[in-house]
């Protein structure tokens, strides 16, 4: 009765009588040896979002271009590099805050839904190879830098070559940095796939632009000056690196130079489809996606690059070049999401630049989303070329099956009431 007489904040000061929720085992010494090493994974090899070493998803980082003797076949590199740009810096923090903002993504908690896989736990072998380490006041050794350390990287042989077979080189997805990252990624794709690379470049802007459209007294052209984050498609191109006629640019609302279209002129000449930010209002998502595979089909090697500036400033502040009226963060996923079967050889997220984010992290959890959808595609085209297709069959009832039935039952009820209009109107 003594328990019934204490006051009840009291009464967790008395000693527990039976088994409790907070009992733990006594702690054994463990030997001198170590404990075993699968009772150690089991206890401590899983992290929280927000425990770790910050590596994108919580995935093994190794220092790929110093560690040749650990084959991958999907690697998330950085490039912190922004000494390339027109406008505002600051993407040189890209990699590390879309990093950051992928603590959420978890191998045990990473299965895509509308893929019906998890990319973490499939096939492929995917690390985080850590940054190129490139220089901030040379951009000419930087361009240097990059283009032998892709080179590097997707000369070796992947983990799983030849399965699936187009399988034989390793496929890189890119953290930006700024824009201009994507000309040393495709001088390397172009030569270890032999062959011009097509480009689906999501942005608010050309990035084909002739060097001279920032015209200076100081210098004749070409020089170090040339390569900026609006000009390396058009180096690209006139270095034949690009397909001309199979490229893309998707979510456009850029301003031109001079007093007409003369710009839209010599991006046509290097062979680009123009899909601007406002006709998704007239064909709607599906009609973006329609359009980018008539375009590229599923067999060429695309090089698939989304500056995150294609994404409305509203929804995505932290990026260098910001243009309102742009896709929504849905809209682009969804478009990302129909392109699945595109044969990616190569890809990037650029432009994030975390100073302008605020608190919310918004560009960055938004280019971290990018990368999750790039990362699932490129590993469920493996899955079909492996002949290990996934059937999706979501459980449970279906927005599209409920809308359905809404609309039958509608219809049915409107013709059962006009039947019945009919027959009064018969005895009248």
């Not at 009291?10 to 039976?18: M, Q």
């Not at 999706?392 to 279906?398: A, N, S, Y």
Request: charged share 20%; with cysteine.
């Amino acid at each position: 009765m003594l328990a019934l007489s204490l006051p009840l904040s009291l009464l967790f000061l008395l000693p527990f009588t039976a088994a409790s929720f907070y009992d733990n085992p006594e702690f054994d010494v463990p030997s001198e040896s170590g404990t075993p090493l699968d009772e150690l994974k089991a206890k401590w090899d899983t992290d929280w979002g927000f425990t770790g070493i910050s590596t994108f998803a919580h995935l093994r980082h190794v220092k790929c271009l110093t560690t040749p003797y650990e084959p991958f076949d999907i690697g998330i590199l950085g490039a912190p590099f922004d000494t390339a740009v027109s406008y505002r810096p600051g993407a040189r923090f890209g990699p590390r805050a879309i990093r950051a903002a992928s603590a959420r993504q978890t191998s045990f908690r990473g299965f895509n839904h509308r893929a019906g896989l998890n990319p973490y736990t499939s096939w492929p072998a995917i690390l985080d190879c850590g940054d190129i380490p490139i220089t901030p006041f040379d951009n000419a050794l930087a361009l240097h830098q990059m283009t032998s350390a892709y080179l590097e990287l997707v000369s070796r042989r992947p983990l799983s070559y030849t399965n699936p077979p187009s399988h034989k080189h390793p496929k890189l997805i890119t953290l930006g940095g700024d824009h201009s990252i994507a000309l040393p990624a495709l001088r390397a794709l172009a030569k270890i796939y032999g062959q011009p690379i097509a480009v689906l470049h999501f942005d608010a802007h050309l990035d084909t632009w002739h060097p001279g459209s920032y015209p200076s007294a100081w210098a004749n052209t070409p020089t170090q000056a040339d390569f900026t984050h609006g000009t390396m498609f058009w180096i690209a191109s006139e270095e034949g690196l690009i397909a001309n006629g199979s490229s893309v640019h998707a979510g456009l609302r850029t301003r031109l130079g001079g007093l007409d279209w003369a710009d839209y002129e010599n991006d046509e000449n290097q062979g680009f489809l123009r899909i601007e930010a406002d006709d998704i209002d007239a064909v709607g998502v599906d009609g973006i996606i329609e359009a980018i595979m008539a375009r590229m089909g599923t067999d060429i090697p695309v090089y698939l690059s989304v500056d995150i500036d294609v994404i409305d400033p509203g929804l995505a502040p932290g990026t260098g070049t910001p243009e309102p009226g742009g896709w929504t963060t849905r809209e682009l996923i969804a478009i990302l999401r129909g392109i699945e079967g595109l044969n990616l050889v190569g890809a990037d997220i650029v432009e994030v630049a975390p100073a302008y984010d605020g608190t919310g992290e918004a560009t960055a959890l938004a280019g971290a989303q990018v990368a999750y959808e790039m990362l699932t595609s490129m590993v469920k085209r493996g899955l079909v070329e492996r002949g290990e297709d996934v059937v999706l069959q979501k459980p449970g009832k279906h927005i599209s099956a409920v809308v359905k039935a809404a609309k039958a039952a509608k219809a049915k009820a409107e013709a059962v009431a006009k039947e019945a209009a009919e027959a009064v109107r018969d005895e009248l």
